[in-house]
């Protein structure tokens, strides 16, 4: 995962008009990244959305599912909302899912990644925005892009369709962290093949250090 993003780290260094302070290594860039993911992850295992500007926003779709003797359950599956502005930039197609609109939303907070990363809070940002930049760049050059967010999964990019595809680990983690109530084996399976694309984590991912558009970017 760390490899998968230090291309766009590199897209990011080859830009002539990055803001980014050449004090910043390739790794403090890096790192920027991975704690946006592990804000993220965090709170998604909250119950809580993340909006990330200028990509999208991370959310939950619902679905009730009969557990025997007349009991319902109510569960949840991560889904990933594209921003429009990226969709129509670039004219993707994704497909429309509906997200629950009772699943609290809140913005990525730089000052807390500032805090934790020790770095300044316009340096978190700017490498927040190049790094989405850079992403933007690849998609408008027609490659055939995969951005991650460690612990949680990748976003593809494939002659202009967006999948978002969730770890399967992930998302199993998120139910067990949300339910008190025992889930049975068959309904965590049959929540987990509802979601649309699942992949294993890699060995190597360290949790340590598409959808319908949406409009809060505008």
Same mark, same amino acid.
């Not at 890096?30 to 804000?39: C, D, I």
């Not at 619902?62 to 025997?68: A, P, T």
């Given at each position: 995962?760390?490899?998968?993003m230090?291309?766009?780290?590199?897209?990011?260094?080859?830009?002539?008009?990055?803001t980014i302070?050449p004090?910043?290594?390739d790794?403090?860039?890096?790192?920027?990244?991975?704690?946006?993911s592990?804000f993220?992850?965090?709170?998604?295992?909250q119950?809580k959305?993340?909006?990330?500007?200028?990509?999208g926003?991370?959310?939950?779709?619902?679905?009730?599912?009969?557990?025997?003797?007349s009991k319902?359950?109510?569960?949840?599956? #991560?889904?990933?909302? *594209?921003? &429009?502005? %990226?969709?129509?930039?670039?004219? @993707?197609?994704?497909?429309?899912?509906? +997200?629950?609109?009772?699943?609290?939303v809140?913005?990525l907070?730089?000052?807390?990644?500032s805090?934790?990363s020790?770095?300044?809070?316009?340096?978190?940002?700017?490498c927040?925005?190049?790094?989405?930049?850079?992403?933007s760049r690849?998609?408008?050059?027609k490659?055939?892009?995969?951005?991650?967010?460690?612990g949680i999964?990748?976003?593809?990019?494939?002659?202009c369709?967006?999948?978002?595809?969730f770890?399967?680990?992930?998302?199993?983690?998120?139910?067990?962290?949300?339910?008190?109530?025992?889930? #049975?084996?068959?309904? *965590?399976? &049959?929540? %987990?093949?509802?979601?649309?694309? @699942?992949?294993s984590?890699?060995?190597? +991912?360290v949790?340590?250090?598409?959808?319908r558009?949406?409009?809060?970017?505008?």
């Amino acid at each position: 995962m760390v490899e998968l993003m230090r291309n766009f780290v590199v897209e990011v260094r080859n830009n002539r008009f990055s803001t980014i302070s050449p004090s910043l290594s390739d790794d403090d860039v890096l790192s920027v990244w991975g704690r946006v993911s592990n804000f993220t992850r965090s709170c998604m295992q909250q119950q809580k959305g993340v909006h990330i500007p200028g990509l999208g926003l991370f959310s939950f779709a619902q679905k009730r599912l009969d557990v025997g003797n007349s009991k319902h359950i109510l569960v949840q599956r #991560p889904v990933f909302v *594209l921003s &429009e502005r %990226l969709a129509l930039l670039h004219r @993707l197609q994704y497909v429309k899912q509906h +997200v629950s609109g009772q699943i609290p939303v809140v913005k990525l907070n730089f000052a807390t990644l500032s805090e934790e990363s020790g770095l300044e809070r316009d340096q978190i940002d700017t490498c927040v925005r190049e790094i989405i930049s850079a992403l933007s760049r690849s998609i408008a050059a027609k490659q055939n892009v995969e951005f991650g967010f460690i612990g949680i999964g990748k976003l593809y990019f494939r002659d202009c369709k967006v999948k978002m595809k969730f770890y399967k680990e992930f998302v199993s983690s998120i139910e067990c962290q949300r339910s008190t109530y025992h889930l #049975p084996a068959q309904c *965590l399976e &049959e929540m %987990l093949s509802s979601c649309s694309s @699942l992949i294993s984590t890699p060995a190597t +991912v360290v949790t340590a250090d598409v959808v319908r558009a949406e409009r809060s970017d505008r």
